[in-house]
Every structure is written in C-alpha cells, then in structure tokens.
C-alpha cells in the first residue's frame, strides 16, 4: 500500500469530531421537550454554526455536547468518546454566554488558573502563552485590572482568552461577539479564522449571521428543539436566488405563485423591485428561470444571493406563519 | 487531588476581603477567649476548649469558606463559575475531593491562629492583672482540632454540594437534629442513674445517631486506651467516605449550565 492510500485510510478511520444521535432532553418531567430528536454530524477541522431562533435549543444542544446537562435520550460522541471523557475535557474550549468569571481574579491570574485546569500550565511555553492569548484578545493592557472592573465585552474577551489558552482541538463558543464593539467582532472573526487554520473544531452559536457566513464552514438550523438544516455555507449561498423585475414591474401575486410552483421552489420574500427564491438544488436555477418566462414574468436580472442565512430565517418565519394560518383555517372549518 | 483548584481556593479564601472581614471576627474572638482564659476555672477552661478545638467552630468556618465556592455556580458574583470548570479535565469526585482538602486545612489553620492569638492575648491581660493564663494546648486539644477539621469539613462539603436553597434548609435541620441529640444523650445518660435499662439503650442509639451527624473522634480515647480504637476509627473514616461520597453524586447529579434557567 503507498503512503498516499495509507494515509487516506487513516483519516477514513478518524471518527468525526461530534456525533449527535436522536438527542432528546427535556425539562420539567418531560413537559418541556428542548431537544426532541435531535442529530448532527460535526467533521473534524470544521467551523460549524448552530442558528436559529431564540428558543429553539441552541445553547441546550451546546450544554448537552459539553456533558454539563443530562441527556433523556440518545448519544453524543466527541472524537469517539463520550463527552464527559476525561480525554475529551482536556482538549475542549468553552466560551459561555454568560461570563460571569471569578470577579477577585485578574485576566492572569484567570488565565493562569485555566491553564493549570487544562493541564498545560507545565508546559515550556505556559507564560508565553497566557502573553498570547491576552494579546490575541487585546487585553495584555488591563491584564492586572480585577475582573470585576471589566466590561460585557471584556468579559467576553477574557472568554475568549480562556478558550485559547487551553490549546483546544474542539471550541464551543456560545454568542462569542455577544456586547462586543466593532472592533471586538473583527478580534473573535480573527480569532476563529486562526482556528480554522490550525484545523481546530469549533462550534459556534450565534445570531450573527453575516459573521457566521464569513468564517463557517458548514451549519446546522435548529428550530423548537429539531434539527431543520444541516449543511455547508456555500451551499445555501447557491440555493437562494434573487430576481429583479425589469422596469419595476411587479408581477401579479398569483401569477409568481404559480410559476414557483411549477418548478417547485419556495417563494421567501417578494417586494416591489425583486423577489427572493429558495432552490433545493443549484440545478434548478434553469428551471426557475424558464418558468419565469414561460409565465411572462419580466425579469431585469437573476443572480445568486450571497445573503443566504438570514433569509432561511425569514423562510423559517413565512413558513410559521404560514402553518399558523393553516391552523386558524383548520379550525374555522 | 486539583492542584488548580486548591492554589486558587487558598488564595481566594486569603483574599484581602475575606481576611478584612475574618481578621474583625477574629480579634473579637480572641479577646473573648483571652480575658476567659485569665479566669482561674475549670469551667472556663472547658468552655474555650470546646470552643477553640470543638466540632463548632469547624462547622463555622468550613462553611462560611466552602459554601459560597461549591453551592452556588454562575448565579454568585463571588463564586466559582462551575460550567466553565467542569468543562475542563477534572471530575467531580476530585473536586469534591479538592475542595475537602482545603477547607480541612483552612480550618485547621484558623483553629491554630485562633488558639495562638488567644493564648498571646491571655497571657498580656494576665501581665496586665498580675495572674496566671490557663493553658489550654495539649495532646487531645490537638487531636480533636484535627479530627475535627477533617471530619466536620467532609460534612459541609456534603451539604453544600447541594443546590443553596436546600443547603441553607439542611443545614437548617442539621443544627436541630444535633441539638436534639445532645439533649436526648445528655438526658438520658442523666436518668440512667435511675432507669438503667431503658436509659442505657436510648443513650446508646442516641449516641450512634450522634456520631453520623457529628463527624468526630473521642481523642481521650484515641490517645488513653490500651490498644486502638478500631471502631471508632472506622465510623469516623466511613462518615468522611459517604459524607464525600455522596457529594460526589450530587455533584454529578446537578446541571452545572445556564440553558433554560
């Protein structure tokens, strides 16, 4: 076997960095179900984003991957081991939405504290890596300041520091950019870019799409506790499509109804100068196209939209709506 | 054991904070016991024993320092962010572990100044009035200290492993329930002068409910008798066990996380 094809095998042997299968986890006696099935396939090297509404079970699906709530139901693998794995622990980060760290400390101490909780604090390089991680995350200024002097978005810095200096192969940053300046989201984009390039698995949780767009590689859309989507960013890049109505004329509601239909594709947003189309395949970019003209719909220009995850939100919500007006329906009949 | 975790316990618990609030408690304290200990009574001199050596004051003080640290999780400015910690390489069992270690020792230190103090300001008012302080420090006040601290620290990691609102109430029915056994022991071995029988037997039940919610030793017995007392020592060492033990279960048993709260 050359070395080439033994290597391959090798990395065909690797498990994947998270395996969710059926999860289940539910609060009060199982009268609040916040993971109701729940499963997700996280490759290793992957900077993976979990979006969805609030609510919906993002952060839960974190606590559960992190092994610091109890499942109901299901099983969770972490690099092959279950995530409360002692050799899981020592080579995860997390970055809570909630820092509220231990306020007596400093930002070394903090550090120092975390480094020695991670195991890495006997390592040759241990001081210099609490320098770098303090200037990673621009505090090595405010180092000696006590935490409890810190802003929401320094607090999230030294989150962040915390999550580097433990020298992590999987992060879960839960709302990393959450009361962060402009300034301070370039940091965490930087930040996550690094970690894409030393191969490191991250899982994020945010609402911020575009940067989510910028530095993921793949997502997952939860919505009411259920896995809806999972697949990469480029992907739903080409999926959604915008039309531009030549002349600025509006074609009639009905009319653009039907001629989606008839190449069955969801109609997400329609306005008085375009429309926004979601496509299940980049092959049916043709097909809507023909459709369109074939319904004598005028069209100045049709692209790619390259705003693709936030208008699965509002997919999301059109599609709500849509369900609630069938219920109301229902129930009139 | 955690090392991380007992460096930065011991240094939270020597915050300037804490030593400011504990240094007022404590030299109020020793001047108490000082100026008893210039009194030339027996009664006196058990009294500041007990209270410098006794299971009370390591009750005191073990949960003041280890309760706000191991009950509470990311809700207390001042406590430590559980999730984030248990995150991290380190089980359950060797932080409950950990954080036995440092209150025992923490206790045990304070019992030491205390007792240091309270000599040196004894024998000061003693110069002052021209008498004799009492010495208190021997063999079985240092026996009992250390069987103390680490007896009576167990059992207040136990409880405080526990969410704060139910720590607060067992501990609640923890002071009641050793208070009513004093007094049923104390009682019944009173009346056993009498009613032998009957009396013997409550206060040999009494007794064994007694020494599971007082974590202790006898160190009369420890250092006086003929050979060792092996049943004591194993009631003891077993009390500290599930005390530890059953911390570690509730620990592992809680949600350390902030989802849904």
Known sequence: MSNDSASASHEQQLPPAVIVEGLVKSYYFGRIKALDGVDLRVEDGDVFALIGPNGAGKTTLMGCMLALLRTNRGRIRIFGKAPDHIDVRKVTGFLPERPSFESWMNATQFLKFHQMLAGRSNDATAEADIKHALESVELENVSKRQISKYSRGMLQRLGLAQVIIGKPRICFLDEPTSGMDPPGMDMVRNVLTQFRKQKVTVIVNSHHLDEIERVCTRFAFIRKGKMETQESISNIHSKMMIARWANGLTPDADVLKTAMEECGVTLADVTDEHCKIVLNGRQNASNVIQSLVRNNISIEEIFFDRRGLSDLFKVAKTNDARRVEDTMDDEKR | ?261
């Open chain 2, 1 to 261: 054991m955690n090392k991380a975790i007992f460096l930065f316990t011991m240094k939270r618990y020597l915050h300037w904070v804490n030593l400011l609030v504990g240094g007022v408690a404590l030299t109020i304290s020793v001047l108490l016991w000082g100026l008893a200990l210039c009194v030339d009574s027996a009664v006196t001199k058990e009294l500041v024993r007990s209270c410098l050596f006794g299971p009370m004051v390591a009750i005191v003080v073990s949960y003041t320092v280890i309760s706000p640290q191991v009950a509470n999780s990311q809700r207390r400015k001042d406590g430590e962010y559980l999730s984030l910690i248990f995150s991290r390489p380190i089980s359950r069992w060797s932080y409950v572990v950990t954080k036995w270690l440092t209150g025992s020792v923490f206790v045990l230190a304070i019992m030491a100044l205390q007792t240091t103090l309270s000599l040196a300001a004894a024998y000061i008012l003693s110069v002052m009035w021209r008498g004799h302080p009492q010495n208190i420090v021997d063999g079985y006040a240092i026996t009992d200290a250390i069987l103390n601290a680490f007896g009576v620290t167990a059992l207040v990691v136990f409880i405080a492993s526990m969410p704060q609102r139910i720590a607060v109430f067992v501990f609640i029915l923890y002071a009641y329930a050793v208070l009513f056994l004093t007094l049923l022991v104390g009682t019944a071995s009173f009346v056993s002068l009498s009613l032998d029988h009957v009396s013997k037997t409550v206060t040999a039940f009494g007794q064994m409910l007694y020494s599971i919610f007082i974590v202790g030793m006898d160190s009369y017995h420890v250092i006086n008798a003929s050979d060792f007392p092996v049943a004591s020592a194993v009631i003891y060492l077993s009390n500290i066990a599930l005390y530890l033990t059953l911390a570690t279960l509730i620990m592992s048993y809680r949600e350390f996380f902030y989802a849904n709260d």
